[in-house]
């Protein structure tokens, strides 16, 4: 034992904005946690060897539990750290489904607008990796001549948050901030980091300014840091928490012991194999081993994933 199984180890990187989601709910939750810098492009053979394949970024670790996409990330935190709560009572469904439509919609037009207008400076490695990720072109012109169009989608999203505050509320679904704001705010950030003149369409948007400003000062939480080989040491001498759990309303009959495969519907659609261990609607834990890291369970949010026998 190491000591750290019970440790958060954020496999993140700081430019990324889907860990800012995450660290916001750090802040929020106040929770001491380890930033484990990963390559912003391929390779990542510890992140790799830690998930069984899932590239993307952020992936948490807590021993040798291994939590796939935010969304997983989020449900976790909220269940093993329940103070102070990500939802207010009235939004415990509606916050996940906004927190998809910030990452699916609010997302793609953010991107546009980014690198619609700073994507000339963008190094080739990059652009590689992430033409291997999507499967697409990353057009450089294409963004530029699109910018304009998703610069007035982004201004129509903005803009339901300007509605939401209308009431004079400090967060999005009422007084306290919750994976709402978490969610939505990360776009924002992501834009003050690469394109902040895009800021600009705020001037019209003065609650969600304010809003901006008020989630931008809850802060990460107590950030330490961490190297990668600590963290594979901490799961191979870690044992998995994850208990077997057969759902009897699965609707393809999947059950544990079942070799599966998991993979993304978006992007980065690499297939992640194992056994199965439990799985539920929101949520699905595989078992799998490898040299560096022992057995592991890696779990997956469902909203957004495959599975399939494998
Ligand atoms: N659905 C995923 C999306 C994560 C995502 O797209 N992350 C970006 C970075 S913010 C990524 O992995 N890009 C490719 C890379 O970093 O290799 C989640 O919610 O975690």
Redesign the pocket.
Known sequence: MSGKENEILFHQ?DV????E?VRTVFGIKKLTWHAVE?????P?PELTALTGGY????VMQIGADIY????I?IRELERRYPEPPLFTGADKGLAWAVSMWA?RVLFQNTVAVIFGNVGQAIDESFIK??EA?TGRPFDVNAMKAAAPLMSEQLRAGLGWLEDQLDDGRKFLMGAAPGLADAACHYNLAFMRWLYPDGLKVLDALPRTAAWEERVRAIGHGDRQEMGRAEALAIAKAATSTAKEKADPHEPNGLKPGDKVSVM?D???RDPITGVLVASDAQSVAIKREAPEVGEVVVHFPRA?FFIVKA
Not at 16 to 19: D, L, M, T, V
Not at 68 to 71: G, L
């Open positions: 990187y990324s904005p889907f860990s989601k990963e390559p912003v492009i391929m990542k590239r993307k970024i952020p796939c996409d935010t969304q990330i990452d990796d992430r990720l993304a978006d992007y980065g957004g």
